[in-house]
């Protein structure tokens, strides 16, 4: 079985295709390389250890079993996992059972966050635009996104108009678009 | 960017998971008919995972590590080997490719070769161990014979996806009208490019489609391959002659002269790359 060079600079996609030829090495390689990513996420939304290391089990033993299911071409890599790990959390704060595969979901950033320094000088960018976001439409996002909450249980926790809600989310998320052409 | 604005609030909530029944049906329904709309929904994804990644930081613990790593252990996996079961063309005698006819018969016999020297080595190291030659030739070839059937599949599987008699037929969202599409799957190292596109108009008289790679460099398209798809618009290239080393950023298929120089795009481009 092939070592993969555990170096920093090889590619996801190197990585990934060493996992469809069944490296167990390159597995471990990206799991070091994404786990906190995905820890993280879950345990923002789940606040829970346990939990969150379950998710985090759960979606990396899934990118084992069918590593074509990540599609370079239509995201990278951690945003994807980010999502998922989102997902997943969320069905579990929810306690249903998954509504997606992995595969299901798509995420388009633009640009392309390939490298670690790109990703970091991103997250500063992205950071000071939620700081700079007035309270409550920062509020509402997280609202949504770490907690799983509709537009009408949002409204009814902050007593806001559902327009007012759906107006705030929407332009929230495309503010931390636009910070990030910027 | 015409996205339709009726529905752009309703979009942002729908890629958080949070629009509600009535309105979410209404947003599917418009979505199956809408790409404008369904790669808005990608930004938007893509926009949401940023407030994800400002939650980094947290480290799982080196428990989680391990039991991820012995869960893996516990499932290897042999290359290529991920249909439940081989899929079957319904066609006639297949013609063997470039594939069946070298790579993995070529890949069977190095394993063989491999496992036979093992058991010979084994034979001749040591005269305590002939006890156990038996068994262990008996479990030699139970993992050959594991091997064989795991690659026979493999082959069957690739096999099927090159055959040009194979049936292909591409599903979409009910009442819309196949568009013209493409999948290029490439890799730098080996030079690798398998293409499949489906769908695409028929050819107009001496006229060619031809698959254009994209430097990542930015430097100028590279030629990687002339085509004619089938009755059907299926086309599939495998491993047209590429210069090496060469990191991709999109590809695309433009329709050109049959006749003439094929190094520069000149025609129009019939498909290219989300990725551009």
């Not at chain 1, 790109?118 to 996002?141: C, F, I, W």
């Not at chain 2, 006229?207 to 798809?229: D, N, Q, V």
Request: charged letters at 20%; a neutral charge.
């Amino acid at each position: 079985m092939p070592n993969v060079d555990s170096n920093a600079t090889t590619s996801d996609l190197v990585l990934v295709a060493a996992v469809r030829s069944g490296d167990q090495g390159a597995m471990a390689a990206l799991y070091d390389r994404y786990s906190s990513i995905v820890y993280s996420v879950a345990l923002r939304v789940l606040q829970d250890t346990g939990a969150a290391e379950d998710v985090l089990q759960d979606i990396f033993m899934q990118l084992w079993r069918n590593p074509g299911a990540f599609d370079a071409s239509r995201g990278n890599m951690a945003s994807w996992l980010a999502v998922i790990a989102r997902h997943r959390s969320i069905d579990a704060l929810r306690r249903r059972r998954p509504e997606n595969d992995i595969e299901d979901v798509i995420v388009s950033i633009e640009p392309d966050l390939a490298s670690e320094a790109d990703h970091s000088r991103a997250m500063v960018k992205v950071r000071g635009a939620l700081e700079t976001m007035p309270p409550p439409q920062r509020s509402a996002l997280e609202m949504a996104y770490f907690e799983g909450l509709t537009h009408s249980e949002i409204a009814e926790k902050t007593g806001e108009p559902l327009g007012t809600i759906k107006t705030r989310i929407r332009s929230g998320l495309l503010s931390l678009r636009k910070v990030l052409a910027a | 960017m015409n996205l339709h604005e009726q529905f752009a609030d309703d979009l942002a909530l729908y890629s958080l998971g949070s629009l509600e029944d009535a309105e979410r049906q209404a947003l599917e329904k418009h979505l199956a008919g809408c790409p404008t709309c369904r790669r808005e929904l990608e930004l938007l994804r893509g926009d949401s995972s940023l407030l994800a990644l400002t939650t980094t930081g947290a480290k799982p613990p080196a428990r989680a590590r391990q039991r991820f790593l012995a869960a893996v252990a516990a499932e290897p996996r042999m290359p290529l080997v991920t249909a439940p079961t081989p899929i079957r063309s319904v066609s006639a005698p297949r013609r063997p490719s470039w594939w069946t006819s070298f790579g993995w018969p070529a890949l069977r016999w190095a394993s063989a070769a491999a496992l036979v020297v093992i058991v010979i080595r084994l034979l001749r190291q040591n005269s305590e161990l002939e006890g156990n030659l038996a068994s262990l030739r008996t479990q030699f070839q139970a993992q050959l014979n594991d091997q064989g059937s795991k690659l026979e599949q493999a082959n069957e599987v690739v096999a099927t996806l090159l055959d040009p008699e194979a049936t292909k037929i591409e599903l979409v969202a009910a009442g819309n009208k196949p568009q013209p599409r493409g999948k290029a799957i490439y890799q730098r190292r080996n030079r690798n490019l398998i293409f499949f596109a489906s769908n695409l108009p028929p050819l107009p008289a001496e006229k060619i489609y031809e698959l254009w790679l994209f430097p990542a460099s930015g430097g100028a398209p590279i030629a990687a391959g002339l085509f004619k798809p089938d009755a059907r618009g299926s086309a599939t290239l495998v491993n047209p002659p590429l210069p090496g080393g060469i990191a991709a950023k999109n590809f695309a298929v433009t329709l050109e002269p049959e006749s003439g120089s094929h190094e520069a795009p000149r025609g129009t481009p019939v498909i290219v790359g989300v990725g551009e």
